[in-house]
């Protein structure tokens, strides 16, 4: 009963929207999901068995509808025109002359009846799904912000040269790869940098390395700040600690009383 | 027991993000027997269900959640300021219906069976976590094959890949349709 009433609606935009004039085709052939559907559509308004498919009628208005169409959007019409394509070879199949009279598996149509059934099937599947989805949508479960990670928490790798210089050849690739269209003459000095991460780092606690280097505005600016990193790392200023390889770097400001090797002593 | 036993599966649910399995639950409780843990899953959603209680535990996705009951949904709406949650698209939930009957399956498979290409769909649905890949297929071009990702069931509230409708519940509807036309 309850489909009953979902599907009612729905033919009937379906069938008003048939019986717009000509010019507003274009949005007919929208309201499809795909050339499967329209057949299906018009299957279903000629009250035709879908196993027993009259080729010739279907052909023909199926045409119809593609003929109304002045434009030809190639990437989604391509696909109307297949199943056009597939209807005419069937159609010119069943024309033929057959040396026997073929049993039901030789239909040259059974190759679309498996296809609009299995389509069909995931048709109602979807509508099914839909009733679950709406129903779930009013289930609200609580959502949490990510916990941020305590330093003493994370499981702590001390980096490597090698680590840093590998993470930074991928930020250099990624930043490669992205397109600069304004070239910006601004100076950034690694002094200035440095003041800037270690204000950073102050005013944040603790930094994604990552994140911030693809922030950077240029390339240039990008490369300076790595460099300050290092500087900091060798100063014993900061902390750069990186989980796993090829993952963000994190920094973090190194308090005066921490001893060298900091929290991931254990 | 069986009230501490109650009590602690309480907890453990209400501060889960995730939905919370059985295995991990004895993980955490220990030595409990199924009939007790059972049991108390029973008399814990029993005491939810009564009308004067706001939310629920729900199964979802093979663990147990605490949500929210339907009735009370333009409420958290009010709070949230959220006017509608956003549906899929027809266009993805036709190509996710497919993945969900037919995986494992890859694109030109799934392209296939709904006479339309499937790309941006999949694209879609991988950006949502509904689906994932899980490896090459074996074939010329080693196209990706797709599944259906936990986050899927949890989206849908089914349980398992078990509580999809079943095919007979398909044929049945198509049946309906067809009789109503006719």
Not at chain 1, 86 to 105: D, F, H, N, T, V
Not at chain 2, 98 to 107: D, G, M, N, R, S
Request: glycine share 4%; with cysteine; net charge negative.
């Amino acid at each position: 009963m309850e489909q009953e009433n979902q599907e009612q609606p729905e033919t009937q935009v379906q069938n008003q929207d048939f019986q717009l004039p000509t010019d507003s085709y274009q949005v007919k052939l929208e309201i499809f999901e795909g050339p499967l559907d329209l057949l299906l559509f018009l299957i279903r308004k000629k009250k035709i068995d879908i196993h027993d498919i009259p080729i010739a009628i279907i052909t023909r208005d199926y045409l119809e509808y593609l003929d109304k169409k002045e434009q030809i959007n190639l990437d989604r019409e391509a696909e109307f025109l297949l199943i056009a394509s597939l209807l005419i070879y069937i159609k010119s199949q069943m024309l033929l002359p057959r040396e026997q009279e073929a049993g039901e598996r030789d239909d040259p149509r059974q190759v679309l009846i498996d296809r609009l059934l299995e389509y069909q099937k995931i048709k109602v599947a979807s509508t099914l799904l839909r009733e679950k989805e709406e129903d779930q949508q009013q289930r609200w479960i609580r959502t949490f912000l990510p916990p941020v990670a305590k330093s003493e928490e994370a499981e702590l790798l001390v980096v490597s040269l090698f680590d840093l210089a590998e993470s930074f050849f991928l930020l250099m690739k990624r930043k490669e790869q992205e397109n600069f269209r304004v070239i910006k003459g601004k100076d950034v000095s690694v002094e200035q940098k440095i003041k800037e991460i270690i204000s950073f780092l102050e005013k944040n606690g603790s930094m994604d390395f990552l994140e911030y280097f693809s922030a950077q505005e240029s390339m240039e600016e990008a490369l300076v700040s790595f460099f300050c990193l290092l500087e900091l790392i060798k100063n014993h200023l900061v902390l750069a600690v990186q989980e796993q390889l090829f993952q963000t770097i994190r920094v973090w400001l190194r308090k005066s009383q921490t001893p060298p090797h900091g929290p991931d002593h254990e | 027991m069986n009230d501490q036993l109650k009590v602690i599966l309480e907890v453990l649910i209400f501060i889960s993000q995730e939905p919370l399995t059985r295995d991990k639950i004895k993980e955490v409780v220990g030595e409990v027997s199924d009939e007790e843990l059972e049991a108390g899953f029973q008399a814990l959603q029993e005491d939810y269900a009564s009308s004067c209680r706001g939310i629920q535990i729900i199964q979802t996705a093979g663990g147990f959640l605490f949500a929210t009951k339907p009735e009370h949904d333009q409420w958290v709406r009010r709070l949230l300021q959220i006017e509608k949650k956003t549906k899929l698209s027809s266009a993805a939930l036709e190509t996710l219906s497919i993945i969900a009957y037919h995986q494992p399956v890859t694109q030109a498979e799934i392209s296939a069976i709904r006479g339309v290409d499937s790309t941006y769909c999949l694209k879609t649905l991988l950006q949502k976590k509904l689906i994932k890949i899980v490896g090459r297929k074996k074939a010329p071009g080693n196209p990706l094959i797709y599944r259906t990702s936990e986050r899927f069931l949890q989206y849908f509230g089914l349980n398992s890949l078990d509580d999809l409708p079943k095919e007979e519940e398909i044929a049945k509807i198509l049946e309906e349709e067809k009789q109503m036309v006719s």
